[in-house]
């Protein structure tokens, strides 16, 4: 008899349990999002850019050359070459942000060849710093510009290859003429305005 009691105890205990956590399973499924975390939204789109810019290098501009048929050249306009890896970035970047949706991407750098790339905000100046120390991480901030609130997340632009580096060493305007493969370069800037 106590065993019958003890048993029926453990198994009303056990289908109250499992009873909680499939209702609770269940209850999960049906919940609405809430929204993507502003990290979260730049960690996409820095995957994205990455990803196109990598595939123009690549595929388009060194494929290109390789054939010596169009080269990229920083004065494309001019003179009908292809526009370099920082300029489809520019282009586009700034393509985006007329859509008014609020959000941009640029290139900044402490060693920029295009000084208009050179950090102009304490968040800038900071995080070329950090993402030079630590470069898998990006450094993210929530900051305001004018009445608005933003959010951004630099993450550290690295020379993929020699190419990278020897270009902007040679480069007239560049400050710095020891670049590396490997080497932090700059960052990829990512800004987000964030709902008031
Ligand atoms: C053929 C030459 C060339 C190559 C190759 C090249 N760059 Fe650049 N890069 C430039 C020029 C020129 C600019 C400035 C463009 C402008 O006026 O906006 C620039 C801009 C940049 C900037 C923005 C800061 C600045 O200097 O104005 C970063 C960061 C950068 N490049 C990183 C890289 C990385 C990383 C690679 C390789 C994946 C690379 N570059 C390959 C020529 C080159």
Request: charged share 20%; hydrophobic share 40%; net charge positive.
């Amino acid at each position: 008899m106590k065993g019958l009691w003890l048993g029926l105890a453990v198994g009303t205990t056990f289908t109250c349990l499992l009873g909680q956590w499939v209702f609770s399973a269940a209850s999960k499924e049906t919940d609405s999002p809430k929204g993507i975390s502003p990290e979260i939204v730049a960690e996409y789109v820095h995957s994205v850019v990455q990803a196109d810019r990598t595939f123009y290098q690549t595929e388009i501009l060194d494929r290109m050359r390789q054939k010596g048929m169009v080269f990229a050249s920083e004065h494309w306009r001019a003179d009908g070459g292809l526009p370099l890896h920082a300029q489809i970035l520019q282009e586009s970047g700034r393509l985006a942000a007329e859509q008014r949706k609020g959000m941009r991407v640029q290139l900044i750098s402490s060693w920029a060849i295009n000084k208009a790339h050179r950090p102009t905000t304490e968040f800038e100046r900071t995080g070329l710093l950090k993402i030079l120390a630590n470069p898998d991480r990006p450094y993210t901030a929530v900051t305001t510009e004018g009445k608005a609130r933003i959010f951004q997340a630099l993450y550290a632009d690295k020379a993929a290859s020699q190419y990278c580096a020897d270009c902007h060493n040679v480069h007239p305007n560049s400050p710095k003429r020891d670049f590396k493969a490997g080497d932090v370069m700059g960052g990829m800037l990512i800004t987000i305005v964030l709902p008031q």
